[in-house]
């Protein structure tokens, strides 16, 4: 039985040391169409992160899932530890 692995993108933004998460709960195609779509538009700075996550997400919102920040704070390697900033879609 293989375990679905869920993707979670996370916009960081180096020069402030601030990330807000994008997406979540989804697949790798789905995933790669985000970045694909949203990568040109960012400004200079940013950058898009896909971390895995390994169960559903239960939160709606990716900007309000805590279970989201805490996957980043365990698997962004952002050092220091960056700020979380929620932004508005």
Same mark, same amino acid.
Not at 75 to 88: M, T
């Given at each position: ?59 709606? /919102?990716?900007?309000?899932? /805590? ?11 952002? /050092? ?10």
């Amino acid at each position: 039985m293989s375990v679905k692995q869920f993707k979670l993108v996370v916009l960081y933004d180096r020069d402030r040391n601030e990330y807000s998460i994008s997406a979540h709960n989804k697949g790798a195609e789905e995933a790669q169409q985000f970045m694909e779509r949203w990568n040109p538009q960012l400004m200079s700075g940013c950058t898009l992160m896909v971390l895995d996550h390994s169960k559903r997400h239960g939160t709606a /919102e990716a900007r309000d899932c /805590e279970a989201c920040r805490k996957v980043v704070r365990r698997s962004g390697h952002l /050092e220091p530890h960056a700020k979380y900033i929620r932004r508005q879609a």
